[in-house]
C-alpha cells in the first residue's frame, strides 16, 4: 500500500517510537502515583516527555506542556477553560470540527459571540477582517495553523500581533503542522498551542496536549485523581496537573516522546524540506491534468497536503478507485472542515486529499501521479 494519509494519521513510525511503547508496556507503572521503581520510571518517561515537546515548540517551561488523548481534547480544554459567557471570539472558515462544535457548544450555552474570518475560493483569508472584526468584548482568536483540507497556512505571528493589540488571546489548532512545520510560542505569541501526536509527530494514537504560555490560567475540563493534594476537595491549581485528572497515557507518551527526539536529532526544517518537496511535485504532476480541480494556494510555504477532484466524480468514488486499482490510501469527504468546503464549492461531493509524510518516496508520488492522470482519462 501506498499510504498518502498522513493527515490523518501517519502510518509509518520512526522504529525508535515502536521500540518505546513496546518498552513502556513491559515496565512502566503510573506516573506520580507511587515511588516504586516502576511509578518513578513512569514519572521520569512523562518528564522527560515534557522536556521534549516544549523544547520542540519554543514552550516556556516543561511544567506548561500538558498531555491529552489528541488535539481534540486539548481544544476543548482551552476553549472551555478560557472563554466565559458572553466573551466574543474570532474564528475563521479554515477550522476543523475540533474547534467549531466546542465554539457552537459556548454560543449556546453560554452565549458566546462568534465571528469568522471568510476564505475565499483558494482557501486564503483576508488579515485586515481580523482587525475588523475584533472589539473590547474579544476575549480569544482561535484558529487553525493549517487546513487540513487545502493545505493553507495562516500567518499566526500575524494573527497573534493583532490579538495582543486588542488584550485578546491566541489559541492554536497545530494539529497539522507540529512536527512537520517550524513552530516557536514564544516568537509567534501563541497563548495556548493545541497538537496531537499521531500526525507529522509520528507518535502513537491517543496522545497530544496542549502548551501553554505563562500568564495563561485555564480552568480545568475534567477534575478528578491527580496523585498530589488527595486530600483537597478541588483539582490542583498547578500546571500541569490541572488539566491532567485521571491516569495519563504513559505508554503512548513513551512512544510521543521518543518521537519527538527523533524529530529534534533529524531537524523540523528538515522534515519539512522533504515532505513539501514531495507535495509540490505530486502538486506538479496533477495540477495541469483535464478534468482535474486542485483546491488551495500553493504560491507560497503550506502543509503538505494536496486536495482534489476529478470531473464530476464523487470524492469517496475516486478514494475508493484509488484504493482498489492502485493500492493508494487517501482520503475523501468532508474532513470534518465543513466551513471550508462551503468556501470551496465543494459541499456536495467532498475533496480527495493526498497527504505526505516525511517516509513516503519520490516513487510512490509518481506513482500517485499517474493514477490521478489515468482516473482523469
Wanted: hydrophobic share 40%; with cysteine.
Amino acid at each position: 500500500m501506498i499510504y498518502l494519509d498522513n493527515a490523518a494519521t501517519t502510518l509509518h513510525k520512526p522504529a525508535q517510537v515502536i521500540e518505546a511503547v513496546t518498552h513502556a508496556m513491559s515496565s512502566m507503572g503510573n506516573c506520580s502515583r507511587g515511588t516504586h521503581a516502576g511509578a518513578l520510571d513512569a514519572s521520569r518517561t512523562v518528564y522527560d516527555a515534557r522536556v521534549k515537546l516544549a523544547r520542540l515548540f519554543g514552550c516556556p517551561r516543561p511544567d506548561r506542556v500538558a498531555f491529552t488523548c489528541n488535539s481534540t481534547e486539548a481544544l476543548n480544554i482551552a476553549i472551555s477553560g478560557l472563554i466565559a459567557a458572553g466573551n466574543h471570539v474570532i474564528s475563521t472558515d479554515l477550522e476543523h470540527n475540533s474547534v467549531l462544535r466546542p465554539l457552537y457548544r459556548l454560543e449556546a450555552e453560554r452565549n458566546v459571540a462568534l465571528d469568522f474570518v471568510r476564505a475565499d475560493e483558494q482557501g486564503n483569508v483576508d488579515y485586515a477582517d481580523f482587525e475588523r472584526l475584533i472589539g473590547p468584548d474579544t476575549r480569544a482568536v482561535v484558529c487553525t495553523h493549517a487546513s487540513n483540507l487545502t493545505g493553507n497556512v495562516l500567518d499566526i505571528g500575524r494573527i497573534a500581533s493583532i490579538a495582543h493589540a486588542h488584550n485578546a488571546i491566541i489559541i492554536v489548532d497545530a494539529s497539522q503542522t507540529a512536527g512537520c512545520y517550524p513552530i516557536d510560542m514564544q516568537n509567534m505569541g501563541i497563548d495556548v498551542l493545541c497538537f496531537t501526536g499521531h500526525k507529522g509527530l509520528m507518535g502513537p494514537q491517543g496522545t497530544g496536549g496542549l502548551c501553554v504560555s505563562e500568564g495563561i490560567e485555564i480552568a480545568p475540563f475534567k477534575v478528578g485523581g491527580s496523585g498530589v493534594q488527595s486530600y483537597s476537595k478541588t483539582q490542583p491549581a498547578e500546571y500541569p496537573t490541572r488539566l491532567e485528572a485521571g491516569t495519563l497515557n504513559g505508554h503512548g507518551i513513551a512512544g510521543l516522546g521518543a518521537a519527538a527526539d527523533y524529530i529534534l536529532k533529524t531537524g523540523v526544517s528538515v522534515i519539512h524540506d522533504r515532505e513539501h518537496a514531495l507535495m509540490a511535485r505530486f502538486y506538479n504532476g496533477v495540477k495541469d491534468v483535464d478534468g482535474v480541480t486542485v483546491y488551495g494556494d500553493f504560491s507560497g510555504d503550506r502543509a503538505p497536503i494536496v486536495s482534489l477532484n476529478i470531473r464530476d466524480y464523487d470524492s469517496g468514488e475516486v478514494s475508493d478507485e484509488l484504493s482498489q486499482s492502485y493500492g493508494i490510501a487517501t482520503r475523501p469527504g468532508a474532513h470534518c472542515a465543513p466551513r471550508m468546503h462551503a468556501a470551496l464549492g465543494t459541499v456536495e461531493r467532498g475533496a480527495v486529499r493526498f497527504s505526505f509524510s516525511w517516509f513516503n518516496t519520490e516513487y510512490e508520488t509518481d506513482t500517485a501521479i499517474a493514477a490521478v492522470r489515468e482516473l482523469a482519462k
